[in-house]
């Protein structure tokens, strides 16, 4: 293999760097060696109310899986990332909310103003009947109010669980009713792109599964009209101004659950990952600090949603439990053209900025010009998140839009770690495009042979990506099923967290992951289970049969490809295909929208009756001479034609 180029960081950079190399090998080494006394130091970064008395408890050991962090120490989250900066920083921007129209005005929310708000909402939250441990579902765009909604949650105790706006009625009914929860808080409508969805309306249709008691507290964003049910709608601004100023924090144990949020697995239903209050946080702060190299004063800008884990972290728990200015954008990067990313960079000065692959892919292919024709000089590191990487991007966003300048933080981790497992320190540790280089501190990772399950020591290696110990930031169970999440991460390799994703190791000990080796596929850096959009296909009247498999797609990384066997008697057609696309984006969302469709008279199976995916993924990828063992196959025709046939597909 040939030698990958490293970047090292400048010595300029070095020097002002929270973490040089020699401060990451001695952290490391404390970190894994006394995790004890490396976690009872760094656990003061947050303010607790009552101390913990016991760092870790933890057992990786199936079926007893038990994941506990600061038992005993009590605290609140909100009161981390407002109350405590009041008195030295209540003028300072805590929030910049840059709309999906540059022509409105941003809104710079203080961290003084940030406190009454939350206190308003928390107070309108405890004026419906919402207490400690209560579910509150979140189903709001990139406004303001979603954080001061998540904080106001956090406030009283309350458990969040976000539905990403995209999401059908369908997909958001089951998350209020798996979390059974009491409320759902949504907007009238939500301007994304020029373009608006009626999230109000959305919530109507999915309200009719749920049960009745389910308040709907409604942000009034647009001030769109939507229909009104005067018993259970509730208008959140008007109410804010209503209640009073002020909401006393409840302390609340690091154990209990800070929020719920839903991801996509292998197998059909989405599961719920429940993360904790005090590890999770000192986790997302601890993370953000030194990944982005945060120092007082900076302008960080992640560009995610919060409608996924990395909002939850990167936008709101980690920046502004650490008292940062955090950039929160209503908008999508190609609106009003492919410049509005860079543009908003120099509009706020931004120091840090947090992307998915997927969107320097969209952009790169418009040209530079959108790029060059903004002042980045603000800039001083930049950082992916979502999928691996391919050198192409990762140099571009080097080149062009970090001028050279800027290390790349490339950043893995998952809903299920809270934060960054493995990444860079962009002081510390010289990258190499395309891989997320080391461990983050208290991070142990193996690599297993996905045979044997026995740990590869040596360099290089290749296999899956297990987890050896815990950190503080880890999910804790599934909500509702502790047993599934037993299943799902402790039980193919006993005494490991199982990451689902395969990982090589490279000579120097740098880690390169390699994708999912479950039926998990990566769509645009958001997870996608197969199982998930099959079910929507065979819910269709018209549909006999599907398989879905991932397929390399050179901007979203994967696209969705969908075998599909119709119903005796119905004929394929362009129309059909065009109605099942509409079907699955009704089901589950846009983001679940299939990107080819091939009709399948049949699938290729086992002669118990498995569908072969390791067969269709080759199709998909145009890889017929690899077919690989086709021996147990039922009936070996059936691929043949399909191969035939694959043209049939769009
Ligand atoms: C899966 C987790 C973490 C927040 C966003 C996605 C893939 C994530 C990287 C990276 C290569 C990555 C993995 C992982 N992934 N970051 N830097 N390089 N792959 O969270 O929806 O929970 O998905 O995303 O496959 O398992 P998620």
Redesign the pocket.
């Known amino acids: 293999m040939t030698k990958t180029k490293t970047y090292a960081p400048s010595e300029d950079f070095v020097a002002k760097a929270h973490i040089d190399a020699a401060k990451y090998e001695e952290m490391y080494a404390a970190s894994v060696e006394n995790p004890e006394a490396f976690w009872t130091e760094h656990a003061k970064r947050i303010d607790w109310i009552e101390p913990f008395k016991t760092v870790k408890n933890v057992s990786f050991a199936h079926p007893d899986v038990s994941i506990k962090w600061f038992e005993e120490g009590q605290l609140n989250v909100s009161v981390n990332c407002i109350d405590r900066h009041l008195e030295t920083r209540g003028d300072q921007t805590a929030i910049i909310w840059e709309p999906d129209n540059p022509d409105d005005e941003a809104l710079h929310i203080t961290y003084r103003e940030l406190h009454e708000k939350v206190c308003r909402m928390a107070n309108v939250l405890l004026s419906q009947g919402i207490m400690r441990g209560d579910r509150v579902v979140i189903y709001l765009p990139m406004i303001p109010e979603a954080a001061y909604a998540m904080l106001a949650c956090a406030r009283i105790g309350a458990i969040h669980s976000i539905v990403f706006a995209g999401f059908s009625p369908d997909a958001l009914a089951n998350r209020i009713n798996d979390s059974g929860a009491k409320a759902v808080i949504t907007a009238d409508t939500a301007p994304r792109g020029g373009k608006r969805t009626a999230l109000k309306s959305n919530t109507d249709a999915a309200l009719l599964h749920c049960s009745d008691k389910v308040r709907c507290l409604v942000v009034k964003h647009t001030g769109d009209q939507t229909t009104w049910i005067d018993d259970r709608d509730v208008d959140v601004k008007a109410m804010m101004q209503q209640v009073g100023p002020d909401c006393p924090p409840r302390p609340m144990g690091a154990e209990d659950p800070l929020f719920v949020l839903y ?1 996509s697995g292998s197998t059909g239903k989405p599961k719920g990952v429940v993360h904790s209050s005090g590890g999770y946080l000192v986790w997302a702060a601890m993370t953000h600090e030194y990944v982005f190299d945060y120092h007082e004063g900076d302008i960080y800008w992640c560009a995610a949603d919060v409608g ?3 909002g939850h972290s990167y936008i709101v728990y980690g920046p502004l439990a650490n008292g940062a200015t955090t950039l929160m954008f209503e908008g999508v990067p190609t609106y009003p053209d492919a410049s509005r990313f860079w543009q908003t960079i120099e509009k706020h000065k931004v120091n840090q900025f947090y992307t998915a692959p997927t969107a320097l892919r969209a952009l790169m292919g418009q040209g530079n010009d959108f790029v060059t024709k903004s002042d980045l000089s603000s800039l001083k590191v930049l950082g ?6 391919n050198p192409e991007a990762w140099n571009w966003y080097n080149d062009i839009v970090g001028k050279g300048n800027c290390p790349i933080v ?7 770690t809270g934060g960054h497992l493995l990444t860079p320190l962009p002081g510390a540790i010289a990258t190499k495009p395309g891989s ?1 280089t080391l461990p983050f501190f208290g991070v142990q990772p193996v690599i297993l042979d996905p045979q044997t399950g026995e740990e590869i020591t040596t360099n290089p290696a290749e296999g899956v990506l297990c987890m050896k110990d815990s950190w503080p930031g880890q999910m804790r169970t599934v909500y509702g099923d502790h047993e599934r999440f037993v299943k799902t991460y402790f039980s193919d390799y006993k005494g490991y967290y199982f ?3 395969g990982c090589r190791r490279d000579e120097d000990g740098y880690y390169w ?1 390699t ?2 080796v479950d039926d998990v596929i ?1 769509v645009s ?3 996608m289970g197969t199982a998930e959009v099959e079910s929507a296909l065979v819910a269709h009247a018209k549909v006999s049969e599907a398989a879905v498999v991932g397929y390399p797609h050179e901007v979203k990384g994967q696209g969705i490809y969908c075998y599909v066997t119709l119903m005796n008697g119905q004929e394929p057609s362009e129309d059909l295909r065009k109605e099942l696309r509409d079907w699955v984006r009704k089901e589950i969302g846009p983001i679940a929208s299939p990107d080819l469709i091939q009709w399948a008279p049949g699938l290729p199976k086992t002669r118990s009756g498995k569908i072969m995916r390791r067969i269709l993924r080759k199709i998909a990828e145009n890889d017929y001479g690899a077919l690989g063992d086709t021996s147990t196959l039922a009936e070996p025709a059936v691929v043949d034609d399909l191969i035939e046939n694959r043209m049939n597909r769009s």
């Open positions: 991801t996924w884990v990395t992916t998140v979502g999928e691996p990487i490339d950043t893995w981790w998952q809903t299920e997320a990451s689902g994703d992951i994708g999912r990566n850096g958001h997870r």
